[in-house]
């Protein structure tokens, strides 16, 4: 056997990861599908309520107000409540994602459909469509890439949540991270948890950054006259 | 109309997510608690492998978890319906909340019989390796002095230097005094310490005799020797499977997955898969799998 202590901590990070690469692979799917069925399941929440509160102004105070209580809450403590309702387990770890994903998703949707020229949704409406088709053909597109920013958000914000997840026996790479502290000098291990966390939430965030520039419509506009040439 | 393309593949992706969240919540599914030490954590992964070799159950580790406590816990409130490994010793102080039992036959008879009445929950028996408090000396003390058992030190104990745990010093019925009224010696000096330490402490030679625990991977890899406890003082720590009654009467085959195990690691194998995890970086989930696959699971050799 190797000596392990005479390692340089990136010779210790190499040979970490060739014998457990796959190991931390699994943790890395485990990690981004617990932050990605969170976010998805409050955009499927958070996106009509959105779009609800742009049509009743109303409501929009009480309900921002409402999702930015839940944003001020620290991530451990919503889950510690959560736990005791919910278990241990990937289920709490999904459900806290879920409602620190909603302000953002819920924000952005509302903004963004406010925030139309008013012209554009007049001009529909003169034209004789009915409310429904104004909101399909007009507003939503115009405003998805606003949305998109929203989900990015929360995508990147979920990512470090699910780390704290593994205190609740979630797995994930925050697994990797809490046994790296535990062990004495091992910075190799914090690193093979820690590195693929950061990288996840980069990625998803250059990739979420890349289709919302496609779906920005100004942006989109400007191609076409560009391409063209 | 391409925004209308990417909203119904929107929708699309959200209708498939939404479907296999709520399988993941199916209450069917094995949980298997596991504390934060890298013994539970390599057993929590032999017990996942092994169920999932031998039946077409999938389990899912509820990981680091505090302590021994929790895990009873977690079990009780239904989040988790087996346990990675529970020690007679712990848990006849903890969760049972009765006297210390010096006897190892009886303390896993008296831990089976409890749990099965008052939890409906099953003590398997071993796992076949204990984790107790030990003392230990390097091979070169044990030699000089002719050392086996922790009897052999009293003639010797006022030259010798001891280090133990912080928390073994003050405890009451299997700490320090008590073992001092016990065996009826003294150490020249005995230094509290955390836990950890006491390995290189004896190891280097700053400390004659360590008391540490005697699954520990550095045990074999300094060659230490371990002093045979042989007026019993210490209370027995045997090392088993646990799992709900509930889901072995449910799913019998998960039982006979699980008791393929008793038996069939050794204080050495374990002080073995250990040291691969905590000293070379080895995961212990892959220290559970590569033991498993050179072990064919324990099927018995045949097939």
Known sequence: ?229 | MRSILLASAIILSLLVSGCSFSNNKEDSTIKIASVVTTESQILAYIMKYMIEHYTDEEAEIINNLGTGTVVHQAMVNGDANMSAVRYTGTDVTGPLQAQPIKDADKAIAFVQKEFKEDFNQTFFDSYGFENTYAFMVTRETAEKYNLTSVSDLASVAGELEAGVDTSWMNREGDGYKAFVEEYGFDFSRTYPMQIGLVYDAVDSGELDVVLGYTTDGRIASYDLVVLEDDLNFFPPYDASPFADNELLEEKPEVKDAVERLIGTISTETMQELNFLADNNLIEPAVVAEQFLKEHKYFSGGGE
Not at chain 1, 72 to 87: E, N, S
Not at chain 1, 154 to 175: E, P, S
Request: no cysteine; glycine share 10%.
């Open chain 1, 1 to 229: 056997m190797q000596d392990m202590s005479q390692m340089s901590a990136t010779d210790q990070f190499i040979f970490y990861m060739q014998e457990n690469g796959l190991y931390v692979f699994n943790q890395f799917l485990d990690h981004f599908l617990i932050s990605i069925y969170g976010v998805l399941l409050a955009a499927l929440v958070g996106i009509p309520i959105g779009i609800f509160i742009s049509k009743y102004g109303k409501a929009s105070n009480v309900v921002i107000t409402l999702a930015n209580i839940i944003q001020t809450i620290p991530a451990l403590a919503l889950m510690a409540i959560l736990m005791l309702v919910l278990g241990l387990g990937k289920t709490t770890v999904i459900v806290t994602v879920f409602f620190y994903s909603l302000l953002p998703i819920i924000k952005n949707t509302y903004v963004g459909i406010t925030t139309i020229n008013k012209g554009v949704t007049d001009a529909g409406r003169g034209m004789g469509m009915t409310k429904t088709q104004v909101l399909y053909m007009i507003e939503l597109p115009l405003s998805l890439s606003v949305m998109i920013t929203g989900i990015r958000i929360a995508l990147v914000i979920a990512i470090g949540i699910t780390a704290i997840g593994a205190f609740i026996g979630a797995g994930g790479l925050g697994d990797i991270i809490i046994r790296g502290t535990n062990a004495t000098d091992r910075t190799a291990i914090i690193m093979a948890g820690a590195l693929p966390t950061a990288l996840m939430a980069i990625l998803s965030d250059i990739l979420l950054g890349a289709i919302e520039r496609q779906l920005d419509p100004v942006k989109r506009q400007q191609k076409k006259v560009i391409s063209p040439m």
